[in-house]
């Protein structure tokens, strides 16, 4: 059983292309996160979602925009994709503490190379 | 803002050792999470152990462990009996606050390798 998915695992495009990925997760959990893995392996959050609402808007371009249609799905769409985005960028998803779980579950990655 | 350091940025180990990883971490919070993540060649992030603030006993997962010095801001992992599938990417996170949906500040990563 798949936790939390994310598709393509995979994706190379040209510069100056549109692309989504997206993710889903099955935990029923309230939260949602994309991060940003760059070439160094460093990790940053980019955003986050609880409930379908924008809580976290780190400093990214406006050129990336997050849509959670439901709280089981968060969408990334990058609009105008430049060299300097190709990284992997992996979608996490957390339930709020009242739960008293508050573990963030990744999921496998997306691996964007912009040629 | 908070920071999570990691000063290793490579170790390595003979199989069956045990070796410690190295984190500190800077707030002014209170309350707050650390964990420790593995990230092995399959990129997938895998939660090792996990370590609330407000807990003093140091968390323990079968041969993973930690030494968490509050004051020190210090949150070591121990792996004991270090086995070839412990060879990963290891990060410190820390994660602040008591909602549990807030952002995971990682560190910068420690490359573990186990040789045979």
């Known amino acids: 059983d798949t936790a939390v998915s994310q598709t393509p695992k995979y994706l190379v495009t040209q510069m100056g292309n549109d692309k989504s990925i997206k993710c889903e997760q099955n935990?029923?959990?309230?939260?949602m996160y994309w991060y940003k893995q760059d070439s160094k392996k460093f990790l940053k959050i980019m955003f986050s979602y609880n409930n379908k609402e924008l809580i976290i808007n780190e400093t990214v371009p406006n050129r990336f925009s997050p849509k959670s249609p439901d709280k089981a799905h968060l969408n990334l769409h990058i609009n105008s994709l430049e060299l300097g985005d190709s990284a992997v960028y992996f979608c996490?998803?957390?339930?709020?503490?009242?739960?008293?779980?508050?573990?963030?579950?990744f999921g496998p990655g997306t691996r964007l190379t912009v040629t | 803002a908070q920071t999570v350091t990691q000063s290793q940025p490579e170790m390595s180990v003979q199989e069956a050792e045990t070796v410690t990883l190295s984190c500190t971490y800077d707030t002014s919070e209170s309350n707050y999470y650390l964990f420790w993540y593995k990230q092995p060649p399959s990129r997938q992030m895998i939660l090792v152990i996990r370590?609330?603030?407000?807990?003093?006993q140091n968390a323990t997962e079968n041969r993973f462990s930690v030494n968490f010095q509050k004051a020190a801001k210090s949150f070591s992992l121990k792996i004991s009996d270090s086995q070839l599938g412990d060879t990963a990417m290891y990060f410190c996170?820390?994660?602040?606050?008591?909602?549990?949906?807030?952002?995971?500040?990682f560190g910068t990563g420690t490359r573990l390798t186990i040789i045979p």
């Open positions: 935990l029923g959990h309230d939260t």
């Open positions: 996490a998803s957390s339930q709020d503490l009242v739960a008293f779980t508050y573990e963030q579950y």
């Open positions: 370590q609330e603030a407000y807990k003093q």
């Open positions: 996170a820390f994660m602040r606050g008591m909602n549990g949906n807030e952002k995971l500040t």
